[in-house]
Structure formats: C-alpha cells, structure tokens
C-alpha cells in the first residue's frame, strides 16, 4: 500500500489525490470515500463518482495512462501490427473486466494520437515544472 493512501485510511491524512489503481479497492472497502475523478469522463470501474467537472472544478483535469513503446526506427508495418493486436486484445471480455476492476478504462489509440499525447503531457507538464522552478535534485 503506498504512504499517501494509507495515510488517508489511517485517518492522518483529510484527503488525498489517488489514481483510481491506488484506490479503487480501498473504495470498494469502504476504507476511503472518491469525492471526484479527474478524468474527462466518468470511471468504468467507479460510475457513481462524478467527474471534478460535475462537482463544479471543470479546471481541474487529469488522468493516469500507459502506453506500449518501440525503439525508434521500428518499421511502421510493425507498429501498425502491434498496435492492431494491443487494441483487440484491450477489447477481450476478460481483460476489459480485470482491467476496470484494477481501476483502469482501457482506451486504445492510434500511434500518432498516442503520440500527440505524449507532446502534449510534456509540453503540460513543462509549463507546470516552469512555473513552479522545479530543479533536478
């Protein structure tokens, strides 16, 4: 169990941001009660917990995601085909379900959007880093 969870569990801590993998069981448990989710929409595995947006923090967004990455210079018929079979393996029934069970929406994207992403989480999280005077330590 992380710190920052457990913290809240043991009742030290008033409120913490989780993603849903660290607390979807805790929730579950009733250990912890979700106030909001960052995300655009609501959680496949948390349907009842409205979106900052709905709670009146339309401000407030963010999400956690994972992505499958090659070594540059992958010929693009490979990429094509790993991508082909990641997204219909995202789509099988027993793997959506243990998926949204941790807490995760599987979502599938195209290489290029997948890549859109990452320069736009950079170039986000850059201007935060920036504007903070964040310093390697």
């Known amino acids: 169990m992380l710190p920052a969870i ?16 660290t607390a979807v069981q805790h929730i ?8 909001g ?3 655009a929409r609501r959680s496949q595995s948390m349907p009842d917990v409205p979106t900052m947006g709905e709670g009146g923090y339309p401000d407030i967004k963010g999400d956690s995601w994972v992505g499958f990455l090659v070594p540059a210079g992958t010929p693009k018929d490979i990429v094509a085909l790993l991508n ?13 379900d243990r998926l949204v069970s941790l807490g995760s ?9 997948f890549e859109q992403r ?20």
């Not at 457990?6 to 993998?21: D, E, L």
């Not at 579950?28 to 106030?35: E, I, M, N, S, T």
């Not at 990452?118 to 330590?137: D, H, L, S």
Request: glycine share 8%.
């Open 84 to 96: 082909r079979e990641i997204a219909k393996i995202l789509t099988l029934p027993d793997v959506k």
């Open 118 to 137: 990452i320069k736009t989480e950079i170039e986000t999280r850059g201007k935060v880093i920036r504007a903070a005077n964040i310093k390697v330590q």
């Open 28 to 35: 579950k448990d009733g250990k912890v009660r979700a106030l």
């Open 105 to 113: 929406d599987a979502v599938a994207s195209t290489p290029k959007e």
């Open 6 to 21: 457990a913290s809240v569990i043991a009742g030290h801590t008033p409120i913490g941001f989780n993603s849903p993998t």
């Open 37 to 39: 989710i960052t995300g």
